[in-house]
């Protein structure tokens, strides 16, 4: 099958599309034996000094590149923070463990900076599944739309957007859209777009995009494991399905579910999410028993494997890599640069003049409706 062929957003059944994790890509390294991975993180943290370098790591990443970063005064956070700690760090090389859009958007927004990625063949399905030409057309066909786009987008995409939100601030910029009175042109992951028309009454014509992680969590799975967890609260990401989402107790990014463990009372969460974030809520709130929300059915080999085959592809190899021989510089062509700089600073100068809006993700348990 070409490149041409594949079904990037499945409408069939049979989930035959690239949306499908059967169709996920990823060569994830070996693990290193203990002795080398342990030589490997004291020869990063040399050289970060060394050439004035930072590690900025997402939460999905494997928990040693986490927990290298902290220690070496970087940063472990969700693609929102990711952006902001880039752009206002003083370092003049910004190594970035997470996928490709990520690398791209701390390039876009830090020109003059260098940008190494572990790994530039880790992308993502929102990503893949909103080729840019096509896009495009799609925005020419609605004019009258402001074009509102995921973080999850090549720097192509977010170059003909008004717009780039993360999912800790969609729902307020859509909000804010709305109050305006404009009509929404949303991109790419149709779950986060149809909560986000829910919870804001916001006209938005949405694309047809899922994340291949999110995508794969099972309502009926989550109903029956709630059953045998009385009393656990169950934390979903916005990109899921709506049968999850109308299950939630809390609905939010990856910081907002983080802070949701760290600040409940609860004994005992779910979470549907990248259980690469696991490896931190373990460590901020180890009182806590946390869940694995379900992917699959009873019969499945593997109940729940929530974790992205692109994130998987970050390891300390690549790390090493970047600093030793300038591996994986991540590069934006102008006018494309520029052209996608405007919807980034739009959003990150709207999150500084409203930090309210990101205080609280969505809260309270509506069966069969949603997050209240």
Same mark, same amino acid.
């Given at each position: 099958?070409?490149?041409?062929?594949?079904?990037?957003?499945?409408? %069939?059944? $049979?989930?035959?599309?690239? @949306?499908?994790? +059967?169709? *996920?890509? /990823?060569?994830?390294?070996?693990?290193?034996?203990?002795?080398?991975?342990?030589?490997?993180?004291?020869?990063?943290?040399?050289?970060?000094?060394?050439?004035?370098?930072?590690?900025?790591?997402?939460?999905?990443?494997?928990?040693?590149?986490?927990?290298?970063?902290?220690?070496?005064?970087?940063?472990?956070?969700?693609?929102?923070?990711?952006?902001?700690?880039?752009?206002?760090?003083?370092?003049?090389?910004?190594?970035?463990?997470?996928?490709?859009?990520?690398?791209?958007?701390?390039?876009?927004?830090?020109?003059?900076?260098?940008?190494?990625?572990?790994?530039?063949?880790?992308?993502?399905?929102?990503?893949?599944?909103?080729?840019?030409?096509?896009?495009?057309?799609?925005?020419?066909?609605?004019?009258?739309?402001?074009?509102?786009?995921?973080?999850?987008?090549?720097?192509?995409?977010?170059? %003909?957007? $008004?717009?780039?939100?993360? @999912?800790?601030? +969609?729902? *307020?910029? /859509?909000?804010?859209?709305?109050?305006?009175?404009?009509?929404?042109?949303?991109?790419?992951?149709?779950?986060?777009?149809?909560?986000?028309?829910?919870?804001?009454?916001?006209?938005?014509?949405?694309?047809?995009?899922?994340?291949?992680?999110?995508?794969?969590?099972?309502?009926?799975?989550?109903?029956?494991?709630?059953?045998?967890?009385?009393?656990?609260?169950?934390?979903?990401?916005?990109?899921?399905?709506?049968?999850?989402?109308?299950?939630?107790?809390?609905?939010?990014?990856?910081?907002?579910?983080?802070?949701?463990?760290?600040?409940?009372?609860?004994?005992?969460?779910?979470?549907?999410?990248?259980?690469?974030?696991?490896?931190?809520?373990?460590?901020?709130?180890?009182?806590?028993?946390?869940?694995?929300?379900?992917?699959?059915?009873?019969?499945?080999?593997?109940?729940?494997?929530?974790?992205?085959?692109?994130?998987?592809?970050?390891?300390?190899?690549?790390?090493?890599?970047?600093?030793?021989?300038?591996?994986?510089?991540?590069?934006?062509?102008?006018?494309?640069?520029?052209?996608?700089?405007?919807?980034?600073?739009?959003?990150?100068?709207?999150?500084?003049?409203?930090?309210?809006?990101?205080?609280?993700?969505?809260?309270?348990?509506?069966?069969?409706?949603?997050?209240?």
């Amino acid at each position: 099958m070409s490149t041409d062929d594949i079904v990037y957003d499945y409408t %069939r059944q $049979d989930a035959s599309g690239a @949306s499908c994790t +059967a169709h *996920a890509w /990823a060569k994830v390294p070996a693990t290193l034996p203990p002795a080398e991975r342990e030589a490997a993180k004291a020869r990063i943290a040399e050289l970060l000094k060394a050439q004035d370098a930072v590690l900025v790591a997402h939460y999905y990443v494997d928990g040693e590149l986490q927990d290298l970063a902290q220690a070496t005064g970087g940063l472990v956070a969700d693609s929102l923070e990711m952006a902001r700690f880039g752009r206002d760090h003083a370092a003049k090389t910004l190594i970035v463990a997470g996928v490709r859009f990520m690398g791209e958007s701390a390039k876009i927004l830090s020109p003059h900076k260098r940008v190494l990625m572990p790994d530039l063949d880790a992308t993502c399905s929102l990503d893949l599944g909103c080729p840019p030409d096509e896009f495009a057309a799609f925005c020419d066909a609605h004019p009258d739309r402001e074009v509102v786009v995921y973080a999850n987008t090549s720097a192509a995409v977010k170059a %003909r957007a $008004d717009w780039m939100v993360t @999912s800790s601030c +969609a729902l *307020a910029i /859509a909000r804010h859209l709305k109050e305006q009175g404009r009509k929404i042109l949303w991109a790419p992951d149709r779950h986060l777009g149809r909560y986000i028309q829910e919870q804001t009454g916001a006209d938005m014509l949405m694309w047809n995009g899922a994340c291949i992680v999110h995508d794969e969590f099972k309502g009926l799975e989550l109903e029956l494991l709630r059953r045998d967890n009385p009393g656990a609260l169950v934390l979903v990401h916005p990109e899921s399905p709506a049968a999850v989402v109308a299950q939630a107790d809390v609905v939010g990014s990856t910081s907002q579910l983080l802070n949701a463990v760290i600040h409940g009372d609860a004994p005992a969460y779910i979470v549907a999410t990248d259980n690469g974030i696991l490896h931190r809520m373990r460590q901020a709130a180890p009182g806590k028993r946390l869940i694995e929300a379900p992917t699959a059915g009873n019969s499945a080999t593997c109940k729940s494997c929530a974790h992205c085959p692109w994130m998987a592809m970050n390891a300390l190899q690549g790390v090493l890599a970047c600093l030793e021989h300038g591996a994986g510089e991540i590069r934006v062509p102008e006018p494309t640069r520029t052209q996608a700089l405007g919807c980034i600073e739009r959003m990150l100068d709207f999150v500084q003049r409203h930090p309210a809006a990101l205080a609280k993700p969505a809260q309270g348990f509506v069966p069969n409706v949603g997050a209240a």
